[in-house]
């Protein structure tokens, strides 16, 4: 599970679906979740379908703590399901998902990991037809942009929609017990399609398939429209692909380690990229010890390359809440102390590598630090596996100003000063590039070159209040 106490990227959405003839929906759509959990902690929701219509659940907090005994509630054996954490839209019930909207063939109820960057203004041109909104949401905005397509069935609907949303999304519909599943033209957030028995299953993550026993079959294409109706599947390219861009911080962070990526194991190539950080950025150290757990896989490598031992010298508290959301910085600082202790026999006067995934705004690195300096580390050698993040990400990541990003305005000198390290460095491009193992063609890297693939979007149309100021 990612951290929500931690200085790194904070966590997208997750998104699930399954049709399966004869089985009751929630309770595996509830599993998926459990599986996608990593992916956003703000809120869970699930929707389901049977002959007298959609029946929806959702709320505030954990998958776990927002269903509890309320599957039976859900019946019917076609399901969706959402993890969130907020890019676009406040942490708040109206933009829970599944959103639900009126169209012309009954409720409809939509999933969405991602961010459309045009949302802004395809929200004003809906307003302007006498579209209602409930909450402040781009999903929102996609949902409605489906249930008023001048368009005969659902179907054309989501073709229409997907010809005019720009941005990433990955998305999954329910209407009149059917699933809709497609992507962008990019591929930018992953889905993929899996099957058990006569049932079919969409999802964020591999992870989230292995859970319920569906056997991966392949991923959604770029700008592919995936039906599943009872048990039949078809597909169908909706929009050409220029190219494919998949996100490099899937693999760097968001993933879980056992997901599989574009046929990639992300343990296998984070630990790829530890070896990789070993050769380009070596220590003189005694011990190699990462921050957890997304950290864990690269300092493997980078002790395996480097022939330092690896110790698992910082322990972490599973049970304490959330803490970039409170408001006192004193009290973020202590929880930060309560979620994350040093075995100070492993670290003391020891010169240690302390290896982690990236680092966003700066602060959690250097209170890490200074942690293990009260623990008794000589030294402290900060080694980063993934590439400075100089660029704002506008694809579902909740960094879309260069103000958030320490470097985008400080080198690696004054980041270390800043962290308090003995010495910082960082994967390169290059060598991320090789550790993934495809094409820097195939890979979204704007966040740390600049170079988006759906042009050069807006920082004023992104991030959390984007759309709070649009009718």
Not at 27 to 40: E, F, I, M, S, T
Not at 327 to 341: Q, T
Not at 367 to 391: C, D, F, M, T
Request: net charge neutral; proline share 6%; aromatic share 6%.
């Amino acid at each position: 599970m990612t951290d929500p106490w931690r200085d790194g990227p904070r966590e997208e959405c997750g998104v699930f679906g399954i049709s399966w003839p004869g089985r009751a929906a929630a309770p595996l759509v509830y599993l998926g979740l459990v599986a996608l959990q990593h992916r956003g902690q703000e809120s869970a929701g699930i929707a389901t379908a049977e002959a007298d219509g959609l029946h929806v659940h959702k709320g505030m907090g954990l998958a776990s703590r927002v269903f509890g005994d309320r599957l039976e509630g859900l019946p019917g054996s076609v399901g969706i399901g959402h993890v969130r954490y907020s890019t676009m839209g406040g942490a708040v019930l109206a933009n829970a998902q599944p959103v639900v909207v009126p169209s012309p063939w009954g409720s409809l109820a939509l999933v969405h990991n991602g961010n459309l960057t045009n949302a802004p203004r395809l929200r004003a041109e809906l307003a302007a037809r006498g579209v209602r909104f409930c909450g402040s949401s781009d999903t929102e905005v996609l949902a409605q942009c489906v249930a008023t397509a001048p368009a005969t069935d659902p179907a054309d609907a989501v073709r229409y929609a997907m010809e005019r949303v720009e941005g990433a999304y990955t998305a999954v519909l329910l209407v009149r017990g059917t699933l809709y599943a497609f992507r962008d033209a990019f591929a930018i957030r992953p889905l993929v399609l899996g099957r058990v028995d006569t049932g079919w299953v969409v999802a964020s993550e591999t992870c989230a398939l292995d859970q319920v026993g569906a056997r991966f079959v392949r991923d959604v294409e770029p700008g592919e429209l995936v039906v599943v109706r009872e048990a039949e599947l078809s597909g169908q390219q909706v929009l050409p692909s220029p190219r494919r861009a998949h996100c490099v911080f899937e693999y760097i962070y968001f993933a879980r380690p056992d997901t599989v990526l574009a046929g990639r194991t992300v343990h296998r190539v984070r630990r790829a990229m530890g070896r990789v950080l070993a050769q380009e950025q070596p220590a003189r150290a005694d011990v190699v010890v990462p921050v957890p757990d997304s950290g864990t896989s690269a300092a493997l490598g980078f002790a395996e390359q480097s022939g330092i031992p690896f110790e698992l010298a910082l322990v972490k508290n599973r049970y304490v809440g959330r803490t970039f959301i409170e408001p006192d910085p004193r009290r973020r600082e202590g929880d930060v102390r309560v979620k994350l202790n040093p075995v100070r026999e492993l670290v003391a006067g020891q010169r240690v590598v302390l290896v982690d995934d990236s680092i966003v705004r700066g602060t959690t690195s250097g209170k890490i630090v200074r942690v293990l300096r009260e623990a008794g580390a000589r030294e402290v050698h900060v080694r980063i596996s993934s590439p400075p993040i100089r660029w704002p990400c506008f694809y579902g990541v909740d960094t879309s100003s260069r103000r958030q990003l320490v470097a985008a305005e400080l080198d690696v000198e004054a980041i270390r000063q800043r962290i308090g390290a003995d010495s910082l460095g960082y994967l390169s491009q290059e060598g991320l590039v090789e550790a993934i193992g495809l094409a820097r063609a195939d890979l979204c890297m704007a966040c740390l070159d600049g170079r988006y693939p759906t042009g050069s979007p807006d920082e004023q149309g992104a991030g959390r209040a984007a759309l709070e100021a649009v009718p």
